[in-house]
Nanobody, 119 residues
Framework: QVQLVESGGGLVQAGGSLRLSCAASGRTFSSYAMGWFRQAPGKEREFVARISSSGGNTDYADSVKGRFTISRDNAKNTVSLQMNSLKPEDTAVYYC????????????WGQGTQVTVSS
């Protein structure tokens, strides 16, 4: 079992930056793929970014590519999402996910953290 706790959300003006963090419990963290998803009001949940267990492979949604960076620290059991050049359309609840493989990285979910970008 893996428990995920997100932090770092908040209110920021357009063009600003935020860094989200996700702290994971469990000894298997370093072997898990991790991801970030988001859900805006009235919209379906969507993929944002993912990172392999080693951190060597990352992938991003087209809408955030070049602005967001996912990273992980296996020694500290954390995964982060650095968000730059934020836009009002980035406003959403952001969720951290984890799973044994990239294909199953949505097995575990955090409770979410709210990000609001004002225009």
């Amino acid at each position: 079992q893996v428990q995920l706790v997100e932090s770092g959300g908040g209110l920021v003006q357009a063009g600003g930056s935020l860094r989200l963090s996700c702290a994971a419990s469990g000894r298997t963290f370093s072997s898990y793929a991790m991801g970030w998803f988001r859900q805006a009001p009235g919209k379906e949940r969507e993929f944002v970014a993912r990172i392999s267990s080693s951190g060597g492979n990352t992938d991003y949604a087209d809408s955030v590519k070049g602005r967001f960076t996912i990273s992980r620290d296996n020694a500290k059991n954390t995964v982060s999402l650095q968000m730059n050049s934020l836009k009002p359309e980035d406003t959403a609840v952001y969720y951290c996910t984890a799973g044994p493989q990239i294909a199953t990285m949505t097995r575990y979910w955090g409770q979410g953290t709210q990000v609001t970008v004002s225009s």
